[in-house]
Protein backbone atom coordinates (compact mmCIF):
# COMPACT_ATOMS: atom_id res chain seq x y z
CA UNK A 1 0.00 0.00 0.00
CA UNK A 2 1.55 3.46 -0.83
CA UNK A 3 0.64 6.43 1.48
CA UNK A 4 1.00 10.12 0.32
CA UNK A 5 0.36 12.56 3.46
CA UNK A 6 -0.46 16.33 2.65
CA UNK A 7 -2.04 19.03 3.64
CA UNK A 8 0.98 20.42 5.97
CA UNK A 9 2.06 24.53 5.97
CA UNK A 10 2.79 27.54 8.19
CA UNK A 11 0.26 28.34 10.45
CA UNK A 12 0.39 30.99 13.78
CA UNK A 13 0.48 29.42 17.18
CA UNK A 14 -3.23 28.41 18.21
CA UNK A 15 -4.33 27.72 14.49
CA UNK A 16 -5.68 24.69 12.81
CA UNK A 17 -4.37 22.53 10.29
CA UNK A 18 -5.61 19.43 8.65
CA UNK A 19 -3.57 16.87 7.49
CA UNK A 20 -4.64 13.84 5.04
CA UNK A 21 -3.18 10.56 4.14
CA UNK A 22 -4.46 9.24 0.87
CA UNK A 23 -3.82 5.25 0.38
CA UNK A 24 -3.38 3.91 -3.04
CA UNK A 25 -2.81 -0.05 -4.03
CA UNK A 26 -4.66 -1.29 -1.57
CA UNK A 27 -8.03 -0.28 0.50
CA UNK A 28 -7.22 0.79 3.85
CA UNK A 29 -9.92 -0.54 5.67
CA UNK A 30 -8.34 -3.62 7.03
CA UNK A 31 -5.28 -1.45 9.00
CA UNK A 32 -5.04 0.18 11.86
CA UNK A 33 -3.54 3.82 11.17
CA UNK A 34 -0.87 6.11 12.89
CA UNK A 35 0.30 9.34 12.71
CA UNK A 36 3.82 10.09 13.46
CA UNK A 37 6.11 13.12 13.25
CA UNK A 38 9.88 14.05 13.91
CA UNK A 39 11.16 17.30 14.65
CA UNK A 40 14.65 18.40 13.26
CA UNK A 41 17.31 17.03 15.48
CA UNK A 42 14.52 14.44 17.11
CA UNK A 43 13.58 11.35 17.31
CA UNK A 44 10.25 10.56 15.46
CA UNK A 45 7.73 9.95 17.83
CA UNK A 46 3.83 9.28 17.73
CA UNK A 47 0.77 11.19 17.50
CA UNK A 48 -2.81 9.19 17.15
CA UNK A 49 -3.72 5.78 15.89
CA UNK A 50 -7.23 4.79 14.68
CA UNK A 51 -8.50 1.19 14.21
CA UNK A 52 -9.34 -0.18 11.09
CA UNK A 53 -13.37 0.50 11.83
CA UNK A 54 -12.70 3.99 12.98
CA UNK A 55 -14.18 2.93 16.50
CA UNK A 56 -10.84 3.31 18.37
CA UNK A 57 -8.42 5.94 18.73
CA UNK A 58 -5.49 6.43 21.00
CA UNK A 59 -3.37 9.56 21.33
CA UNK A 60 -0.24 10.89 22.85
CA UNK A 61 -0.30 12.81 25.65
CA UNK A 62 1.38 15.75 24.21
CA UNK A 63 -1.70 16.27 21.79
CA UNK A 64 -4.55 15.28 23.97
CA UNK A 65 -7.55 17.19 23.28
CA UNK A 66 -5.70 19.24 20.57
CA UNK A 67 -5.68 16.71 17.98
CA UNK A 68 -8.26 14.38 16.28
CA UNK A 69 -7.78 11.27 14.01
CA UNK A 70 -10.21 10.16 11.95
CA UNK A 71 -10.64 8.01 9.06
CA UNK A 72 -13.02 7.89 5.57
CA UNK A 73 -12.69 4.14 4.29
CA UNK A 74 -14.83 5.28 1.36
CA UNK A 75 -12.50 7.77 0.80
CA UNK A 76 -9.19 5.66 1.70
CA UNK A 77 -8.18 8.46 3.36
CA UNK A 78 -7.39 9.20 7.47
CA UNK A 79 -6.75 12.93 8.58
CA UNK A 80 -4.98 14.89 11.29
CA UNK A 81 -7.40 17.47 12.82
CA UNK A 82 -4.95 19.74 14.69
CA UNK A 83 -5.56 22.88 16.12
CA UNK A 84 -4.79 24.99 19.47
CA UNK A 85 -1.57 24.29 17.66
CA UNK A 86 1.95 25.07 19.78
CA UNK A 87 5.77 26.14 18.04
CA UNK A 88 6.29 22.81 19.49
CA UNK A 89 4.39 21.17 16.85
CA UNK A 90 6.36 21.87 13.96
CA UNK A 91 7.78 18.58 12.19
CA UNK A 92 7.38 16.29 9.38
CA UNK A 93 4.24 14.39 10.11
CA UNK A 94 3.86 11.20 8.51
CA UNK A 95 1.41 8.86 8.07
CA UNK A 96 1.81 4.30 8.36
CA UNK A 97 -0.36 1.66 8.08
CA UNK A 98 0.06 -1.16 10.54
CA UNK A 99 -1.73 -5.09 9.82
CA UNK A 100 -2.10 -5.50 13.23
CA UNK A 101 -5.23 -4.80 14.95
CA UNK A 102 -5.39 -0.92 17.09
CA UNK A 103 -5.05 -3.14 20.26
CA UNK A 104 -1.75 -4.24 19.20
CA UNK A 105 -0.07 -1.91 17.40
CA UNK A 106 -1.10 1.32 19.06
CA UNK A 107 1.55 3.98 19.32
CA UNK A 108 4.65 1.33 19.01
CA UNK A 109 6.44 2.71 16.06
CA UNK A 110 7.63 -0.82 15.06
CA UNK A 111 4.64 -2.36 14.84
CA UNK A 112 3.62 -0.09 11.90
CA UNK A 113 4.61 -1.61 8.30
CA UNK A 114 4.06 0.92 5.64
CA UNK A 115 5.15 4.70 5.45
CA UNK A 116 4.47 7.45 3.63
CA UNK A 117 6.25 10.46 2.88
CA UNK A 118 5.90 13.35 5.13
CA UNK A 119 4.21 16.63 5.06
CA UNK A 120 5.77 19.18 6.81
CA UNK A 121 3.95 21.46 9.60
CA UNK A 122 5.48 24.90 10.73
CA UNK A 123 3.41 26.68 13.65
CA UNK A 124 5.14 30.20 13.93
CA UNK A 125 4.91 31.75 17.65
Known amino acids: VQLQASGGGLVQAGGSLRLSCAAS????????MGWFRQAPGKERESVAA????????VYADSVKGRFTISRDNDRNTVYLQMNSLKPEDTAGYYC???????????????????WGQGTLVTVSS
Open 96 to 114: AASRATLVVAGLRESRYDY
Open 25 to 32: GRTLSSYA
Open 50 to 57: ISWSGLST
